[in-house]
């Protein structure tokens, strides 16, 4: 029968769309994904910031999983899927609350062809990323997303970005970026990836666009002004942004990008070693006032109940909770938590 809705003295609106969301594995959690309905969600984007759920070798998924779980979770399930195709499927069959669409991951094409390694992918390497991500977008993916704070992802250089996001073109695909730097080289992080779209000639769409960090205040006027420049000579750029003043992503994020090389295990080492720390120490030292204050970060959540009290602090709350110098009481966090830690 017919349901009838009072909507006197309310506003009647059609769903919102996330247009960067990270349920790419609480969905298999809890299908209902009620969180998102009950802010009025009715469409999420997955597959973000390039380090996503597939394409993923079978050899990688425990490293990947456990690589990403500051920032997807990692709930208590098996990964039955390889290729995107398998993943859009697992995604089907869990019948979940929202639509969802979903992006190819940078990352992902990059682990499944060379694995962490930082270099510049060879000719035949990224003919072979080229072609996983073609399988990708014939499955049904809608765009490629990439992460450039975001190691595999940001070991890549601008010609491979331009020469992967070629091949959006025919599928009418488009890419999605979060960017070299939000903060002091946000200019030279914008205009980086304007030259990628140019190249490539796929659309652009710039996640969560901010000005981080005080000394950066008062410049979104000009970085407007940048993309408007941009779409007046032809480019089709968008961006999103939330609605409040704080990002979230994995607290290693915060260290040297270097921490990340090889994987979980090997990040698990280096910072466990004092001489490491010294030397993250140093170059947190270095990069000044430009980006983001230690008093301004603070734990979202953690994987232990062990550790649940730490959650809200700031890592100078955590610090004096844990009773140890800032650097030892981070990193040994990420230790006990098995890097499952969100800032």
């Not at 609480?26 to 984007?45: H, N, R, W």
């Not at 089709?236 to 994987?263: C, H, K, N, R």
């Not at 550790?307 to 230790?335: F, Q, S, W």
Request: net charge negative.
């Amino acid at each position: 029968g017919t349901i009838e809705i009072d909507c006197a003295n309310v506003a009647v609106s059609p769903g919102f769309i996330d247009a960067h969301s990270h349920s790419d594995l609480m969905v298999f959690e809890d299908a209902s994904i009620a969180p998102k309905l009950l802010q009025g969600v009715t469409t999420e984007l997955l597959g973000q910031d390039g380090i996503a759920a597939a394409p993923i070798r079978p050899e990688h998924k425990a490293d990947w999983r456990r690589h990403l779980s500051g920032l997807l979770g990692n709930p208590d399930l098996e990964w039955p899927w390889s290729t995107f195709e398998e993943y859009l499927s697992a995604l089907d069959a869990a019948s979940p609350g929202t639509n969802l669409a979903c992006l190819v991951p940078h990352g992902n094409l990059r682990l499944w062809t060379m694995g962490m390694e930082n270099r510049r992918a060879s000719s035949a390497e990224l003919e072979e990323m080229r072609s996983l991500l073609r399988e990708c977008l014939e499955a049904g993916a809608v765009g490629f997303s990439t992460g450039l704070i975001y190691p595999p992802c940001s070991y890549a250089d601008e010609d491979e970005m331009a020469d992967l996001c070629a091949e959006l073109v025919d599928y009418g695909g488009f890419i999605v970026v979060h960017m070299r730097n939000e903060d002091a080289g946000v200019f030279e992080a914008l205009d980086e990836m304007l030259r990628v779209s140019e190249r490539s000639g796929a659309p652009l769409h710039i996640s969560h666009l901010k000005v981080a960090g005080r000394p950066q205040f008062g410049q979104a006027g000009e970085l407007l002004g940048r993309i408007d420049r941009a779409r007046e000579r032809g480019l089709e750029v968008t961006f999103d942004q939330y609605p409040y003043t704080a990002g979230s992503t994995m607290l290693f994020a915060i260290l040297p990008e270097w921490l990340q090389e090889g994987g979980p295990d090997a990040m698990i080492e280096r910072l466990g070693d004092a001489g490491v720390r010294e030397r993250i120490m140093a170059e947190i030292a270095k990069r000044g006032s430009s980006t983001v204050a230690i008093t301004d970060i603070r734990v979202a959540s953690v994987g232990s109940e062990a550790n649940r009290r730490l959650e809200g602090k700031n890592l100078l709350e955590v610090a004096e909770a844990l009773e140890k110098p800032l650097i030892d009481a981070v990193c040994d966090l990420l230790i006990e938590e098995d890097l499952n830690v969100s800032m």
